[in-house]
């Protein structure tokens, strides 16, 4: 496998997952738990950081192990390492946090068939060094944390008239129930990208003006 490395550094790395391919908004990835879990905004941010978790570890050890496993077995060794973290993760929010363990239910363990992990596992881990791979696996996994983290506290406060638990809309108001529903998420992601692609537009618009003025 060729080793791209030389053209890449920690922080431009860490900033592709974070903001240029962020995994939610530009990539489209890991759709079932964005719509699936996003209905608090702690649900959120608990998917976000366990995925986090699973992709910086199973990144780092996949990018120590590429010159040693074999390339026909690959796909059934990352699953492995993939699943061995997202075991570790599910027993730890099991004996620690089992309230929301219980929330998230089996999205924690539907980790392991996560298209972000996966992919980054077989397109980047796979062919640069340790270095690179941890900031790869923590600028996708928190580029995903706050996508749906913000998605999350739009559906709650629309929702249930709260934010991270605590009642923001006063009293009179009437929350949506279909922002509790998956096609509330469905709208709350399309809207959002609109805003995020239109302000992506003006800010290359603007510099393609500051170049033209330079």
Same mark, same amino acid.
């Given at each position: ?13 860490? #900033? ?30 608990? #998917? ?63 980790? $392991? ?8 596992? =077989? ?16 600028? #996708? ?14 559906? =709650? ?9 605590? *009642? ?19 709208? *709350?992601?399309?809207?959002? #990208?609109? $805003? ?19």
């Amino acid at each position: 496998m060729a080793d791209t490395s030389k053209k890449l550094t920690f922080w431009g790395t860490f #900033m592709n997952g974070l903001v240029t391919e962020n995994p939610t908004f530009t990539l489209m990835l890991g759709m079932c738990p964005t719509l699936g879990v996003t209905t608090a905004a702690m649900n959120g941010v608990s #998917m976000g950081l366990a995925t986090t978790f699973v992709l910086v570890f199973s990144n780092l050890f996949i990018s120590l192990l590429r010159n040693i496993i074999p390339d026909k077995v690959r796909i059934p060794s990352y699953i492995v390492i993939i699943a061995s973290f997202v075991t570790m993760i599910d027993l730890m929010m099991q004996a620690y946090l089992p309230d929301l363990r219980a929330v998230l239910g089996t999205y924690i363990q539907l980790i $392991v068939v996560n298209c972000i992990i996966f992919a980054r596992a =077989e397109s980047f881990a796979a062919k640069n060094p340790p270095a690179l791979s941890v900031a790869d696996g923590l600028g #996708m996994g928190l580029g995903f944390t706050i996508s749906i983290t913000l998605l999350s506290m739009v559906r =709650e406060l629309f929702g249930s008239g709260s934010v991270f638990g605590y *009642t923001v809309m006063p009293a009179s108001y009437q929350p949506m129930a279909i922002m509790n529903m998956v096609p509330g998420g469905f709208i *709350t992601l399309g809207l959002m #990208m609109i $805003v995020i692609n239109a302000i992506k537009k003006m800010a290359a618009g603007r510099g393609r003006r500051e170049e033209g003025l330079a």
